[in-house]
């Protein structure tokens, strides 16, 4: 039983201390809007249409908009250096909502009086 408490009070000083270290983090340590991934978000700008559709990205923005879809749902993100839109399952969402999402690149052929009006997006 002794060494068990020995663990408790180790386990708990070890919690302790690493969560007042964090309290001298910069005041700008984490800010939403600063979070980033590391290397593995992909600003919208760089995303192209793969041929096999086997591409998965990280996107991280801002919703500007959502479009309710047959069981899914529909939001438009920016990044900044564009805009993209996402498929997923999640809902709740809201315009000015910061989010990352992972999901594979699609792209979506609409030819009209021979002009392709195709749209590149990203299904979570």
Not at 18 to 43: K, W
Not at 68 to 82: E, K, V
Not at 87 to 102: F, H, I, P, Y
Request: proline share 5%; net charge neutral.
């Amino acid at each position: 039983m002794t060494n068990d408490l020995f663990s408790r009070l180790g386990l708990a000083s070890l919690l302790v201390v690493g969560l007042s270290s964090c309290g001298q983090l910069p005041p700008s340590g984490l800010n939403l809007s600063n979070l980033r991934i590391g290397s593995n978000i992909t600003p919208i700008r760089d995303i192209q249409p793969e041929q096999d559709n086997q591409a998965t990205v990280y996107v991280q923005g801002k919703v500007e908009k959502q479009v309710p879809l047959l069981q899914r749902w529909a939001y438009q993100i920016n990044d900044s250096t564009g805009t993209i839109w996402v498929v997923t399952n999640q809902t709740g969402l809201e315009a000015g909502q910061e989010v990352v999402v992972k999901g594979k690149v699609r792209y979506k052929s609409i030819p009209l009086a021979g002009k392709e009006f195709g749209e590149l997006y990203v299904e979570e």
